[in-house]
């Protein structure tokens, strides 16, 4: 990704929020960042079934979770896994929160986890163990993470206090915008006309919240790589 704001540094452990109404770009924007991510495990826990990062030898994970990431086809390479989950399970919460141990152990194992709705493995007062650890601890378990959601507000806190980046597109509801706003430490009314002015530029415009610089970017809609469009087909 070549953009506006300051390279995100895959070799750091960093989580990535993504926020903005449906349709906005936040799962585009997350397929790409988890695509080009170099030389790391990858897992993508996908209630619903549209997050589909579509790399080579990617590992499909259904029904009984295994204990471990698949070993990589390679010595010396790496996985791709997706785990659909199945929303009509009585176990529908806790094999969600199980896929984040995936990502967590073993503990010294890198692994890039990308959640296309966040709000399902991380719901205000209900995160799961593995979900509240990877949060909380997330360079002490080698684990990067890509969070999308659309409402800032129905996700758990902890996920916005401990996000590296905020990405936020279109955000129209006034209480999403302060809980932004509260959490990142950006003045409401600052962050509104921001937001604003954002959103006046065009679709899929956005802006992107640095927690170490402290600092917003205003960025245009992300060029999307070669073949994206074949591969949305
Ligand atoms: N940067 C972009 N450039 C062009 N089209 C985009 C861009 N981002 C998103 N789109 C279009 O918008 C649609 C919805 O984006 P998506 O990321 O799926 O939204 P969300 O996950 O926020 O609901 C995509 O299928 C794509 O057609
Ligand atoms: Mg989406």
């Keep these: 990704m070549s953009e506006p ?46 997050a589909d990062p579509s790399l080579p030898d990617q590992v499909e994970l259904r029904g009984r979770l295994p204990e471990h990431l698949p070993a990589p086809k390679q010595r010396g390479g790496y996985v791709t896994a997706r785990y659909v989950a199945n929303p009509a399970s009585e176990s529908y919460r806790d094999d969600l929160d199980r896929a984040v141990a995936l990502a967590l152990f073993p503990k010294n194992r890198r692994t890039l986890l990308w ?5 399902e493995v991380f719901p205000a007062n209900r995160t799961g163990p593995h979900a509240r650890t990877l949060l909380q601890q997330s360079r002490h378990w080698w684990t ?32 999403d915008r302060e809980r932004l706003a509260g959490s990142i430490g950006i003045e409401p009314r600052i962050l509104n006309a921001e937001l604003d002015a954002t959103r006046a530029r065009g679709p899929h415009w956005f802006l992107m919240f640095d927690a170490r610089e402290h600092a917003l970017y205003r960025c245009p809609p992300l060029r999307l790589s070669k073949g994206y469009k074949h591969a949305q087909q």
């Design 5 to 50: 704001f300051p390279a995100i540094d895959p070799d750091l452990n960093s989580i990535i929020a993504i926020f903005g109404r449906k349709g906005s770009g936040k799962s585009v924007f997350a397929r790409e960042l988890f695509r080009g991510w170099p030389a790391i495990d990858k897992l993508v826990i996908d209630p619903t079934g549209d």
């Design 115 to 119: 959640i296309d709705e966040a709000g």
């Design 144 to 175: 990067s993470a890509i969070l999308c959601t659309p409402r800032p507000i129905s996700i758990d806190p902890l996920v916005l206090s401990q996000a590296d980046r905020v990405v936020m597109y279109d955000v129209p509801h006034p209480r």
